[in-house]
């Protein structure tokens, strides 16, 4: 009797061993599970730079444009003042040359230091010509020599502003400009009496000359106005 019941508790133990070990045996063999947060984290970093990188590759490249050619004529015609515009008249016209044009002094105005010296441009010329942009000026003394002089393009001067507009310049009529220079004497450094203006017409390079009556101070600095239509130089 006493027998049995210690085999009865030896196949008790050992059954309680063997439970123990299936157990431990399977903890052991199984991987932990990853953790859904991280990869979804991983996942949406990923997509985030993918997106930024196609962003700027396809950001757009800024361009300035270029201001397209003036195509707006002005024509000043012999028996008026008056003047038209038209687009595309100067196809067929030719250029103004030195050869079709007479320069001559218009006059004189002044103002708070400054002097206006207006100068026009008639074409001689038995056809029309076009014209464009600023006259070359020199100033001369009264031997005709040259002074320094230093011209400066400009749209705005004493008497407003103006833009440079193509010109076509009939038979008979004229062209003018404006020169402001400051008021000096001819004592100061650098100061001197012009008693002659040396002009080149816009794109050519043979000069004329006209008389400046009574002389003008100028101080080497001239402000050229552009070519108006009209042979009065003023607005």
């Known amino acids: 009797m006493m027998r049995e019941q210690i085999s009865v508790k030896r196949a008790l133990i050992v059954a309680v061993m063997l439970l123990a070990l299936a157990g431990c045996g399977s903890s052991g063999a199984g991987s932990p599970s990853p953790s859904p947060s991280r990869t979804s984290a991983t996942t949406t970093t990923s997509a985030t730079a993918t997106t930024s990188t196609t962003a700027a590759a396809a950001a757009p490249t800024t361009t300035s444009a270029t201001p397209a050619d003036p195509t707006s004529t002005t024509i000043a015609t012999a028996t008026t003042a008056s003047t038209a515009t038209t687009t595309g008249a100067t196809s067929g016209t030719p250029p103004c040359r030195a050869t079709d044009l007479a320069l001559s002094f218009v006059g004189q105005q002044g103002g708070m230091g400054h002097g206006e010296i207006g100068f026009a441009l008639r074409n001689t010329s038995a056809t029309s010509c076009r014209t464009y942009g600023y006259p070359g000026v020199l100033f001369l003394d009264q031997q005709g020599r040259a ?15 103006g ?17 402001d220079v400051g008021h000096g004497v001819a ?4 100061c001197a009496t012009a008693y002659a203006l040396q002009v080149i017409p816009p794109n050519d390079t043979a000069t004329l000359r006209t008389t400046i009556p009574g002389g003008a101070y100028e101080c080497k600095d001239a402000n050229v106005s552009p070519l108006r239509a009209g042979r009065s130089a003023y607005p």
Do not use: E, K
């Open 163 to 179: 833009p440079a507009v193509p010109l076509i310049i009939a038979p008979g009529a004229s062209a003018s400009f404006r020169l």
């Open 187 to 190: 004592t100061s450094a650098g």
């Open 147 to 161: 002074l320094p002089t230093i011209p400066h393009h400009t749209t705005q001067d004493f008497f407003g502003s």
